[in-house]
């Protein structure tokens, strides 16, 4: 079961980190910030409930760094990471450099 559930963290990891990462304008090194921020979010029900392993808590913080490390290396016409970046219902929008959604 442990095994089922630390692949599924993974790929999901991998998903958010993906998706938040495209918002990113700011390179490497927001790619690395906004995928760190986004695995301690993801990672509190775990931290809270005391529940979360070593493992699973380094799989999250690792994967969504690694899907924003990613997606920062695919180009700006990418259909997926352009549908991510102009979502409709999601606005979020943090200085120049990070800006997801649209107006």
Not at 14 to 40: H, P, Q, T, Y
Not at 61 to 71: E, K, P, Q, R
């Amino acid at each position: 079961m442990d095994t089922i559930l630390l692949n599924f963290l993974a790929c999901f990891g991998l998903a958010a980190g993906f998706f938040i990462g495209s918002g990113n304008r700011a390179g490497i090194v927001g790619a690395i910030v906004s995928g760190l921020l986004l695995g301690l979010l993801l990672d509190v029900p775990f931290l809270r409930d005391g529940s979360g392993t070593t493992a699973s808590t380094l799989l999250l913080f690792a994967s969504t760094t690694l899907g924003a490390f990613i997606v920062n290396f695919i180009s700006d016409d990418n259909v997926l990471k352009r549908r991510c970046r102009d979502q409709k219902s999601l606005k979020i929008r943090i200085g120049a450099y990070y800006r997801l959604g649209r107006d």
